[in-house]
């Protein structure tokens, strides 16, 4: 006659857990944050004004000029408003830390050690946000530069909006994955408000061309 054994209880299999995202400090999204819509209004400002020329005066080295000035004093104002809109925010956040400490200081005694003063590495960082700003418009408004010194006579302008709408594209899908929202809507956003910008200030520039102002 066999022995029945008892069967031993088999352990649950436990769930799958779905990797978390690793959470970026205050300094990495500003950084990400001054990158993506660094390189977003580098490709808008230097396509726009490049497109709003070519509809006034459509010669080649017109447009690379006017391209070219616009490429630097973009990025040199992007790099500078950037540094003065994070070191006010800085300014500001070491002034509330301040205030904060000294309220629990106050209502806890200097032992408690509530309300510290944040270090200056867990603030957002002033020089870090200008540089990543200025050289993101940079590379983003490489783009439609190229793309206009690339081919000649009519095909000009289509491959540069064509250039354009692809970079608008890539931009919106990182600034949708470093923000967590959704791809489409952020792609829609910034391909529809280039585009816009594209038209409008080509059309003024050949309402302009059309006037006689430009010899």
């Given at each position: 006659m066999a022995l029945l054994l008892p069967s031993r209880p088999t352990a649950p299999t436990p769930a799958p857990t779905t990797p978390r995202r690793p959470r970026r400090t205050p300094g990495e999204l500003n950084r990400l944050r001054a990158a993506v819509l660094g390189a977003n209004d580098g490709v808008v400002s230097v396509a726009a004004t490049v497109l709003g020329v070519a509809g006034a005066a459509?010669?080649?080295?017109?447009?690379?000029?006017?391209?070219?000035?616009?490429?630097?004093?973009?990025?040199?104002?992007?790099?500078?408003?950037?540094y003065v809109s994070v070191s006010s925010?800085?300014?500001?956040e070491r002034a509330a830390a301040a205030g904060t400490?000294?309220?629990?200081?106050?209502?806890?005694?200097?032992?408690?050690?509530?309300?510290?003063?944040?270090?200056d590495e867990e603030l957002t960082d002033p020089w870090h946000a200008a540089l990543a700003s200025g050289a993101a418009f940079?590379?983003?408004?490489l783009v439609p530069l190229l793309a206009v010194?690339?081919?000649?006579?009519?095909?000009?302008?289509?491959?540069?909006?064509?250039?354009v709408l692809a970079a608008l594209v890539l931009t919106g899908v990182l600034s949708a994955r470093f923000g967590g929202a959704p791809v489409g809507r952020a792609v829609l956003r910034n391909a529809v408000g280039g585009g816009l910008a594209m038209a409008v200030t080509f059309a003024v520039g050949v309402l302009v061309g059309s006037t006689g102002l430009v010899a």
């Open positions: 459509p010669q080649g080295r017109t447009l690379v000029l006017a391209g070219i000035a616009v490429l630097v004093a973009g990025a040199l104002s992007m790099a500078a408003g950037e925010q800085r300014d500001a400490g000294a309220a629990g200081t106050v209502g806890a005694g200097a032992g408690a050690g509530a309300g510290a003063a944040p270090a940079t590379v983003g408004g010194l690339a081919p000649a006579g009519g095909a000009r302008l289509p491959v540069t909006v064509l250039a």
